[in-house]
T-cell receptor, first 117, second 114 residues
Framework: AQKVTQAQTEISVVEKEDVTLDCVYE???????LFWYKQPPSGELVFLIR??????QNEISGRYSWNFQKSTSSFNFTITASQVVDSAVYFC??????????????FGKGITLSVRP | DAGVTQSPTHLIKTRGQQVTLRCSPK?????VSWYQQALGQGPQFIFQ???????QRGNFPDRFSGHQFPNYSSELNVNALWLGDSALYLC?????????????FGPGTRLTVT
């Protein structure tokens, strides 16, 4: 069975600080996909990044970067120079490879990020 | 380009009643998934539709059923509502079932069962 654990529940930072959100996953699949989604107070989940299991190269996209390590089953997400607009709930999610990345997503419980001015 | 749309935005029902929620996928998307998100929790997968057939199902009772129409829009039906069905119901769409594309979510329908 698949499982996603987000041990952090709430994080509060001051604007311009860097913040890292942790995610640990469990799966028996050898091929899988990992995602980060953001949920602002409006409720709509916003897609941020995707990574597949056979590509461990870490990347930076604007203020976002991620660290994928299969050896520790972790997929951590970093926001550099945080802004007040980054305040939201962040979800890590996992999908199996059976039907591709758009098969069912297994979500963690989410991390509430508050960025103070 | 319109994103995923859902209706209604909010809904209040009484225990035992039935409810229908609606979803229109993003333009160009043919696969629709439904998720239930209880307060303070991550979304839970209900089921997924492609070519008007249910392709995958999560751990939800038969009271939860769905439908997909030829224009790819979808409905989620819940019968015999329980208090525990109160949640945010999210619809997600993606292109080309079985591909590696991510899912895009709508704003959700907030269902309250009293």
């Amino acid at each position: 069975a698949q499982k996603v654990t987000q041990a952090q529940t709430e994080i509060s930072v001051v604007e311009k600080e860097d913040v890292t959100l942790d995610c640990v996953y469990e799966t028996r699949d050898t091929t899988y996909y990992l995602f980060w989604y953001k949920q602002p107070p409006s409720g709509e989940l916003v897609f941020l990044i995707r990574r597949n299991s056979f590509d461990e190269q870490n990347e930076i996209s604007g203020r976002y970067s991620w660290n994928f390590q299969k050896s520790t089953s972790s997929f951590n997400f970093t926001i550099t120079a945080s802004q007040v607009v980054d305040s939201a709930v962040y979800f890590c999610a996992l999908s199996e490879s059976l039907t591709g990345a758009n098969s069912k997503l297994t979500f963690g419980k989410g991390i509430t990020l508050s960025v103070r001015p | 380009d319109a994103g995923v749309t859902q209706s209604p935005t909010h809904l209040i029902k009484t225990r035992g009643q039935q409810v229908t929620l609606r979803c229109s996928p993003k333009s160009g998307h043919d696969t629709v998934s439904w998720y239930q998100q209880a307060l303070g929790q991550g979304p839970q997968f209900i089921f997924q539709y492609y070519e008007e057939e249910e392709r995958q199902r999560g751990n939800f009772p038969d009271r939860f059923s769905g439908h997909q129409f030829p224009n790819y829009s979808s409905e989620l039906n819940v019968n015999a509502l329980w208090l525990g069905d109160s949640a945010l119901y999210l619809c997600a769409s993606s292109p080309r079932w079985g591909s590696s594309y991510e899912q895009y979510f709508g704003p959700g329908t907030r269902l309250t069962v009293t």
